[in-house]
């Protein structure tokens, strides 16, 4: 199996050799801290890649689409388009990653937690004026916008 992990799939997997071929971006290798984890990463063997931009706008598109698109990072957002570029599952927890991915029809696996039971598209709702807006308050009453489900299509157990 080919895989792209995720800066978490890297801290907390321990057993990488049920993978045929390991993928990672470069920005997750700038977000590990620890010594432990940069222990481990030195003595993996896989490939850097680099997104294309067009692929990174691809994706960018889609999680505009489901609202995910301020809850990724730029690290995860080249995660996804590494994931399609060079045919990977993605080995993440971070259920916006998940749900972009199964929008976009790309393979993933969880490594704790269940891995998600619907794609969700979300909108930002005022809980006091029951409206929906964009950004960060509402501006009617200026309370705060709360990311709620706009849209929930339960996947299928097969295609999981």
Known sequence: MRVI???????????F?????IFTVSSVLGEVKDSV???????????????KKETINKVR???KTT??????????????AGAI???C???????????????????YISIFSKKITKLITWKKQCLNCKKDFEGEFCPIC???LMRVPKKSIVIKEEKR
């Open 67 to 80: 609202n995910d698109l301020e809850r990724l990072s730029k690290t995860d957002i080249e995660v996804l």
């Open 61 to 63: 598109k889609v999680a």
């Open 5 to 15: 992990l995720d800066t978490s799939s890297l801290i907390y997997l321990s057993d």
């Open 89 to 107: 599952v993605i080995i993440s927890d971070d259920r916006n990653i998940q749900n972009v991915a199964e929008k976009m029809g790309i393979k």
């Open 37 to 51: 984890t940069a222990m481990k990463v030195s003595g993996l063997k896989f490939k850097v890649v680099e997104p």
């Open 17 to 21: 050799r049920r993978f045929d071929e």
């Open 142 to 144: 200026g309370e705060k």
């Open 85 to 87: 570029e060079n045919d």
